[in-house]
């Protein structure tokens, strides 16, 4: 008891230090931010309303004449609601006593072995909750909808965003390396029809590639374009600049509620994102986190670690303390900057 009291009142000051040394804002690896930046909201509860893709035009009118009634009309409301991000880890007796008897018993060791074990690992837990938001901020825009699982009991929530169907094109016949430019070329001017000039284009390696080859070729010699020659040939083609943007990061996702894991890509395959002229597609909404023990003053500390509120707690009668990281945040697409097509390559 003794032993975590001494850890609990050194550990909040170390770990602030260095985590304004290791990173300012956000894991340098994650893109989150970029395509849908932090909007603070005073409730877990979203009603978002989204906007329509109306433009009416008015008539002229006779003299003295009524002119054109324009109506109102409203986009429909998303409700949504999230739920916290947690992770967390434990030293318990167990831990701790092979611990004492790894550095004989010494009591100034053991601390010392704490104290530079644990601002790592509570960085590890905050960078685990940052890349739950940044694993459904890419597959939420990519299939208009996000999985949720319960980590006790395994079983998986699909979580419908609500967006316009007509803003997620389907190829019934995948694109191939003879056709995929001339079809990205059609939808770019589609895409530009649903949330207007387009500045980015996310893709795996697997369709630039396809788009790369289909792509026209240069001079007499028919040599292939690059890559960087194919965003400069549609750049041209549309009038603004465009940038490809290949996506292959993978991260650890948990099969069950036990510590298996399987690597999988953020982005998936055969989707290509629209990215608007504003470089953003929606927002990641993040809401305050409160718990009884705020209110009620109860045991356990709490440190704010980049928007990730950190707590740490005393279990089973002080032989065990356990460390938990949470952040109430969901990135939501915005409709009128959403368009997705599957290639199917």
Not at 119 to 143: C, K
Not at 219 to 241: A, I, S
Request: charged share 25%; no cysteine.
């Amino acid at each position: 008891m003794e032993l975590f009291e001494k850890i609990m009142e050194l550990s909040p000051a170390e770990l602030t230090i260095q985590e304004q040394a290791r990173v300012e804002d956000n894991l340098p690896e994650l893109k989150w931010d970029l395509y849908f930046p932090t909007q603070n909201v005073n409730s877990t509860d979203l009603k978002e309303i989204t906007e329509t893709d109306y433009r009416p035009v008015a008539d002229r009118r006779e003299w003295n004449a009524p002119g054109r009634n324009i109506p109102l009309k409203m986009g429909k409301i998303r409700d949504i609601s999230m739920t916290p991000i947690e992770s967390y880890f434990k030293f318990d007796e167990k831990y701790m006593t092979k611990l004492f008897e790894r550095n004989g018993m010494n009591e100034d060791l053991v601390l010392r072995a704490i104290r530079g074990n644990l601002p790592d690992r509570v960085s590890g837990l905050v960078d685990a909750d940052y890349r739950r938001i940044e694993l459904e901020s890419f597959r939420g825009w990519a299939n208009g909808q996000i999985t949720v699982r319960n980590p006790q009991t395994n079983q998986e929530y699909t979580v419908d965003l609500d967006i316009d169907p007509n803003r997620y094109v389907t190829y019934g016949t995948p694109w191939d390396n003879t056709n995929a430019y001339e079809k990205l070329l059609q939808e770019l001017y589609n895409a530009q029809n649903y949330i207007g000039n387009i500045s980015e284009l996310v893709m795996r390696r697997s369709t630039a590639i396809a788009v790369q080859q289909s792509a026209p070729t240069i001079g007499v010699n028919t040599v292939r374009m690059t890559l960087g020659q194919v965003q400069e040939q549609l750049t041209q083609e549309m009038g603004n600049e465009i940038t490809i943007t290949i996506e292959e990061r993978t991260l650890d996702v948990f099969d069950g509620a036990g510590t298996a894991t399987t690597s999988q890509k953020i982005w998936p395959s055969g989707k290509i994102g629209f990215v608007p002229s504003n470089g953003t597609v929606g927002a990641t909404y993040m809401a305050p986190q409160v718990r009884a023990q705020s209110l009620s003053q109860v045991a356990g500390d709490r440190i704010d670690i980049r928007r990730v509120a950190v707590y740490y707690l005393q279990e089973n009668d002080g032989k065990e303390l356990k460390v938990q990281a949470q952040i109430n945040a969901l990135p939501v697409p915005a409709e009128q900057s959403t368009y997705v097509v599957d290639a199917g390559i």
